[in-house]
T-cell receptor, first 109, second 117 residues
């Protein structure tokens, strides 16, 4: 069965304290892996798509990487405005995305 | 301009009632979706439509009936509401076909929080 697991469930960081979020997956053929950001009371907002192992994407303080079993979202020198829930989703050999339950990130000044 | 808008944002109702949630997108996308997000933040697809044609119909009770009058609108009607239907329902759209070639880039609305008492 296709599955996506994100860890940790919650992460508290001081402003400037870099860290990584993990997304592990087992799927029947990976067509793509996606990262989304979700603010409280809002819908998820698309961040990145990764298609193959070794691929990396960057956007401001965020960098996403992909291996054959997992993806990492690295956050460098985070700011309070980076606080949100980060969702990972995979696209296996079916017509639908499978989402993880997310990592809730809080960055304190 | 809101890209994907859904109404109402909040909905509180009694068990057994029937309710609808409306969604509209002004992005010119061909595909629209309904997702359900439970209390543990798990986001699961319910339906997708491409140019008014039903593409994905997950295992949801047939009390849930989507309707797409045109490719810019996708409504969700729920009959005989149950306690377990309480969740946040998200509408989304994408530019691609919604089939296996999708890019994963979905544009979500702000959600409709349904509470069944």
């Amino acid at each position: 069965e296709d599955q996506v697991t994100q860890s940790p469930e919650a992460l508290r960081l001081q402003e400037g304290e870099s860290s990584s979020l993990n997304c592990s997956y087992t799927v029947s053929g990976l067509r793509g892996l996606f990262w989304y950001r979700q603010d409280p009371g809002k819908g998820p907002e698309f961040l990145f798509t990764l298609y193959s192992a070794g691929e990396e994407k960057e956007k401001e303080r965020l960098k996403a990487t992909l291996t054959k079993k997992e993806s990492f979202l690295h956050i460098t020198a985070p700011k309070p405005e980076d606080s949100a829930t980060y969702l990972c989703a995979v696209h296996p050999n079916t017509d639908k995305l499978i989402f993880g339950t997310g990592t809730r990130l809080q960055v304190f000044p | 301009d809101t890209a994907v808008s859904q109404t109402p944002k909040y909905l509180v109702t009694q068990m057994g009632n029937d309710k609808s949630i409306k969604c509209e997108q002004n992005l010119g996308h061909d595909t629209m979706y309904w997702y359900k997000q439970d209390s543990k933040k798990f986001l699961k697809i319910m339906f997708s439509y491409n140019n008014k044609e039903l593409i994905i119909n997950e295992t949801v009770p047939n009390r849930f009936s989507p309707k797409s009058p045109d490719k810019a609108h996708l409504n969700l009607h729920i009959n005989s509401l149950e306690l377990g239907d309480s969740a946040v329902y998200f509408c989304a759209s994408s530019q691609d076909s919604g089939r296996v070639d999708n890019t994963g880039e979905l544009f979500f609305g702000e959600g409709s929080r349904l509470t069944v008492l």
